[in-house]
């Protein structure tokens, strides 16, 4: 125990701040005291947004209190941690996530209720905290609150980015932190210098060196602290953001240089101003290297200052750190720590790269060879000089160890290394990542197997390769975006502990046979798709029918996810529509076809998708002869906020990637949870759903995975027209080449890709498509059967809860145990 002072004046007044779970009017009092202090208002000018803030600031008082009692608890039990570096972290919003895990929700209602606000309109007022685009940074969030959860000792480290620079439809930055951010605390207090450029001077006679002069600026720590479900733990989520070392530089300004004078404080802050997407697709760009390696740098001196203060050999630390890296954006801390090790700490190299193999794990997200990071080697070289050499020894003793297994094969080595051949030569990050770890996971069985069959193939000797199939907080992904479901659920069941013990919603599956049940599990569907409907018509302007079937695919825009093969069924379907006659029509199901997601800036083709969505949504919404057969939306801004509406109200999953290209899908799970039927292809974890809600329950399609290259191959080199692979197709292209949704030669890249090489199998697909799209009608003529099947899909999702994955990894990888903070 440390204290400073008197112990019980201490005690009495932490004691004085507790609020009581139910206790609305102690809540209240929490939340005024922060309208007249902290935002010096009063009940007269207290707008919604002032509410909303002193709202936070309450639930933050109480989440500190468990954050603080949580980090005392683990500096005085030490238990190894694990620390999980992503360089996304999208949270979405925290206020009603935050007051559910503390099982506080009523609470706070009926208090700010009593104050005179409503408390969902107070949750509106919450901007979404953005620091991501897609699934890898969405796992991440899901993977924290998993891990506060299941009390593993655990932080996160990210970068704190202040704009979005996805510039998704619009290439309007996303200034999510321009508002004063409550959940956040800067620790301005916890700072570490980072050094970019410089020179190497070697120490004769020994491994070590000494890196100097270039840059240097500080990066400080913002925490955000992460509550678990029903439990004290509180994980931490550090962030960076670079400042200058100097902030003024008060020579420049005396001698009336005033620029120069604050050149320096704004070049540094400049690091971690924008977020660069992770789209599959690295750019090589130097700023980016330099986010990382202040990210990585910041977080290992953060890390290693923690350990020292167990006074332990430095070859222990094995036992008490592993290192996570979501992806290979963290790469760079494997040479790092090796640098500090050597150079700073004088441990021999042999040893430091002992330590260094036991520490780190990373997980790979994508078989895409396009999105593997390298960095051209004098850009490397001249940012970070240093670890250029010690990733030269690396490459060095690994390539013996190579050329000691496979004598004379050249070919092999040139494959292998870390350095890629080439003028400019390249650092190959996934090759350092793999080389430095000691174990790589896929995130779906599929894609862990295809991982050592492609593009790891030659690297697949080490051991180590494993898989852990992504999961979703049933938290987020259910109690907290469809709060009916989860309480017929709670309901039939008899309890909450389905929501840190998700396999027991498999209880649930014969109620499926159950009438009374199915009539209630439809009616709840039917509210949010009415929901979603309010939405879309005050947001959008939109008016769609809930009776119709909701399809939706919501996902960042990329070939290889294949918006374009749901787009074009939607053309097909609105060609058809058009050709049926008055009586036809009657029987053709209704459609609403629901699209969200993000494109990068500089994707050409995913952004003339997006054009054609919303140009093909703007005659099919307004044509006379569709009437309410057919809607298209596309959702712009797409966001965590926007999915918690969209993703209760789904009746269908759209997940058609091109067999082999999707690592997992993490939609998938949120909308399988939410009871929405998988349309699905034979990829990713669509696999291992199809394999657990039974593949009747489901409408797959598509080529498999072991065809793709044989169809590729066969699209390249023995050319068929697109007529002969599909008629239905060519028809639809015909249509959109006529102008029949506008700008007709627009789209003309976009066509060719299908219509020269059709990489991603759109064509060789679409006839399957279509196919599995007239069973979902038909399916859906028959509201009992497909209610059985929403509810046979729902609960068999037991398996995919980030609660499952996090004790994988626990489990499997990181060999730590929970450390739950003592209730009183
Ligand atoms: C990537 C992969 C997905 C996978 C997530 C999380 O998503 O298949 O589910 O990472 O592992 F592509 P994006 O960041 O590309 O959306």
């Known amino acids: 125990e440390w204290t400073v002072g008197d112990a019980q004046t201490w005690k009495t007044a932490i004691e004085a701040e507790q609020v009581d779970k139910d206790d609305v009017q102690g809540v209240a009092n929490t939340v005024v005291r922060h309208v007249t202090t902290t935002l010096a208002r009063q009940a007269g000018n207290l707008d919604e947004l002032g509410a909303y803030q002193a709202t936070a600031l309450s639930v933050r008082d109480q989440l500190l209190k468990r954050w603080n009692e949580t980090t005392s608890y683990h500096t005085k039990n030490a238990p190894k941690r694990v620390y999980y570096l992503s360089i996304e972290w999208l949270m979405g919003r925290t206020l009603d996530n935050a007051v559910l895990n503390l099982d506080m929700r009523n ?220 992806d290979t954006h963290p790469t760079i801390s494997i040479v790092e720590l090796m640098r500090i090790l050597i150079d700073e700490e004088e441990v021999p190299y042999d040893v430091a790269w002992g330590i260094t193999t036991k520490v780190f794990a990373y997980t790979n997200h994508t078989v895409l060879p396009e999105a593997l990071e390298k960095w051209p080697l004098p ?69 862990s197997q295809l991982l050592q069959s492609t593009i790891f193939r030659d690297l697949k000797g080490r051991d180590g390769f494993t898989n852990v199939t992504n999961g979703v907080t049933p938290r987020r992904w259910l109690l907290q975006c469809n709060p009916r479901l989860a309480q017929l659920i709670t309901d039939t069941l008899g309890s909450e502990h389905w929501l840190v013990n998700l396999k027991q919603i498999s209880q649930l599956l014969p109620m ?138 789904a009746d269908v999953s759209v997940q058609i990637s091109t067999a082999g290209t999707e690592a997992s899908g993490t939609s998938n799970m949120k909308l399988g949870l939410n009871g929405a039927l998988l349309l699905g292809t034979v990829d990713g974890a669509n696999v291992e759903i199809a394999e657990d809600v039974g593949e009747d329950n489901a409408f797959l399609l598509g080529h498999l995975a072991a065809d793709v290259e044989a169809v590729r191959y066969s699209n390249s080199y023995n050319p068929t027209s697109l007529e002969e692979r599909s008629p239905e197709l060519a028809a639809v292209f015909k249509a959109i080449e006529a102008g029949t949704f506008g700008d007709g030669h627009v789209y003309e890249p976009l066509l060719k890709t299908i219509y020269d090489h059709d990489y991603y199998l759109v064509s060789n697909d679409f006839g399957s498509y279509l196919a599995a799209e007239n069973l979902v009608d038909e399916l859906w003529a028959d509201q009992e059967e497909w209610t059985k099947k929403s509810i046979r899909t729902a609960f068999a999702m037991g398996s995919f809860t980030s609660d499952r994955s996090v004790q994988d990894y626990a489990d499997s990888i990181w060999s730590i145990e929970p450390d739950p903070v003592p209730e009183n």
């Open 379 to 447: 850009l490397f070289e001249n940012l970070l000089p240093r670890h250029l050499q010690i990733i030269y020894t690396i490459n060095m003793n690994f390539l013996n160890e190579v050329a000691k297994r496979f004598p004379g094969d050249m070919d092999r080595i040139r494959r292998m290394s870390i350095i890629e051949e080439g003028t400019p030569k390249f650092v190959r990050m996934a090759h350092l990542a793999i080389v430095g770890s000691f174990k790589v996971n896929g995130v779906a069985a599929l894609h």
């Open 107 to 326: 609470t706070y209602e009926s208090a700010t209720q009593k104050l005179g606000f409503n408390f969902e309109d107070l949750l509106n007022e919450e901007r979404d905290a953005a620091l991501g685009n897609g699934g890898l940074g969405r796992l991440a969030a899901c993977y924290i609150d998993s891990m506060a959860t299941l009390n593993l000792p655990g932080w996160g480290y990210g970068l704190r980015q202040l704009i979005s620079s996805t510039g998704e439809q619009l290439e309007a930055p996303d200034p999510w932190l321009d508002r004063e951010n409550p959940w956040e605390i800067p620790r301005l207090d916890v700072s570490y210098p980072i050094r970019f450029y410089g020179r190497v001077e070697a120490i004769p006679n020994s491994s070590r060196a000494i890196w100097s002069g270039g840059n240097e600026c500080l990066a400080v720590a913002y925490d955000v602290p992460i509550p678990g479900f029903a439990t004290k733990n509180t994980a931490n989520l550090r962030l960076w953001a670079a400042r200058p070392i100097q902030g003024f530089d008060l020579n420049s300004f005396n001698a009336g240089n005033y620029e120069a004078s604050v050149a320096s404080s704004s070049d540094a802050e400049n690091i971690t101003r924008v977020l660069y997407p992770n789209d599959n697709m690295y750019a090589g760009k130097e700023l980016r290297l330099k986010q990382q390696y202040l990210w990585c740098s910041a977080s290992l001196q953060d890390i290693l200052r923690r350990y020292q203060k167990l006074n332990l050999p430095w070859d222990q630390l094995p036992d008490y750190v592993v290192i996570q890296m979501n």
């Open 512 to 649: 499926a046979d159950n009438a009374e049940f199915r009539h209630a599990f439809r009616e709840i569907k039917i509210e949010n798709k009415a929901r979603l409907a309010d939405v879309l018509h005050s947001e959008l302007g939109l008016s769609v029918d809930v009776d119709s079937i909701f399809t939706c695919q919501i996902k960042r825009l990329h070939e290889y996810k294949r918006q374009t093969l749901n787009l074009f069924g939607i053309i097909h379907r609105y060609l058809r529509i058009k050709k049926a006659t008055p009586q036809e029509r009657k029987k053709i199901a209704k459609h609403t076809a629901i699209f969200a997601g993000k494109a990068a800036p500089g994707y050409y083709i995913a952004k003339l998708v997006i054009r054609l969505i919303v140009n093909v949504a703007k005659i099919v919404n307004h044509d006379p002869d569709v009437g309410d057969l057919l809607r298209v939306v596309f959702i712009p801004d797409y966001s965590v906020s926007v999915a918690e509406v969209l993703i209760p109200a």
